[in-house]
């Protein structure tokens, strides 16, 4: 049941929201499927649509929150979920404190949420439903300029924002330096907001990403092509006790977020 959820978001993350991971995929495969650390999701801190309705599919396959994580310049909150079978992968929601946001960005995102069209099933089956509202451009436009975040979710809906190569597993790449180099030979352009590599063996987490696809998203009145989904590379230290650390870095993470800039 957990892994029929997790293909599913993989799937239509390589579908709708980021075709170039099935490239990165096939470049850094090694004869077994490579081992995913951890996967992301969006959402509106309404309680419709919530940080904890997302989550619920998660702890009802046996997941437990592990940590949060506050980002006060762009407004979020998060969470990570951890299960106890340690080759399962983590699991970072956040949301967006709308509250915090202007008048004019909470009238709309609070119409789009009106709108909501689908089943918040405990199975997770809305975790791959995509956008159940009508958007304008118009619309669009007004919340990315306040929010390149709240546009993400108001563009794609429900769905795995990035997916996460533990690094640790490639043999062929011992260090993000070496991978990045290899992805940017290979055409791919990398986050580099904070460096390319966010965090440090002293924080226990050094993490990487690509920019995201720029996919075509269906509007009211047009169609154009918006940042959608991108592809996470970690690499996890030991903690003085020797187990390798769980959790994630905020200021790292705060960077990672910049892969759906519009630019």
């Known amino acids: 049941m957990r ?3 997790f293909d599913a978001l993989w799937e239509d993350f390589l579908l709708r929201l980021c075709p170039s991971a099935r490239r990165i995929h096939q470049l ?29 599919p998660f702890i009802h396959l046996g997941y437990e929150r592990k940590g949060e994580y506050l980002f006060e310049q762009k407004k979020l909150v998060a969470e990570h979920f ?10 970072f929601i956040s949301e967006l404190q709308i509250g915090k946001c202007s008048a004019e960005l909470q009238m709309a995102v609070r119409g789009l949420v009106a709108q909501l069209d689908v089943a918040l099933d405990v199975e997770g089956r809305f975790l791959t439903s995509g956008r159940t509202w009508t958007l304008s451009t118009e619309t669009y436009q007004l919340l990315a300029a306040e929010s390149e975040y709240a546009a993400w979710v ?18 062929t790449f011992s260090d993000l330096e070496r991978l990045n180099e290899y992805l940017a030979a290979n055409g791919f352009v990398l986050n580099g907001a904070g460096g390319e590599v966010k965090g440090s063996p002293e924080v226990m987490l050094e993490q990487s990403a690509t920019m995201a696809d720029q996919v075509c998203v269906i509007f009211d009145d047009t169609e154009l092509r918006v940042p959608g989904g991108f592809y996470e590379f970690a690499k996890r230290y030991p903690q003085p006790n020797g187990e390798l650390y769980q959790g994630f870095v905020t200021a790292s993470a705060d960077k990672i977020f910049e892969s759906t800039a519009r630019g």
Do not use: C, W, Y
């Open 28 to 56: 850094l495969m090694e004869g077994e499927p490579l081992r995913n650390d951890h996967i992301a999701l969006r959402t509106f801190n309404l309680p419709e649509v919530g940080l904890d309705t997302v989550a619920a």
């Open 154 to 171: 108001a563009a794609h809906g429900f769905g795995a924002n990035h997916f996460t190569v533990d690094v640790a597993q490639l043999s």
């Open 82 to 91: 951890e299960h106890p079978d340690p080759d399962a992968p983590k699991v």
């Open 3 to 5: 892994t029929a959820l």
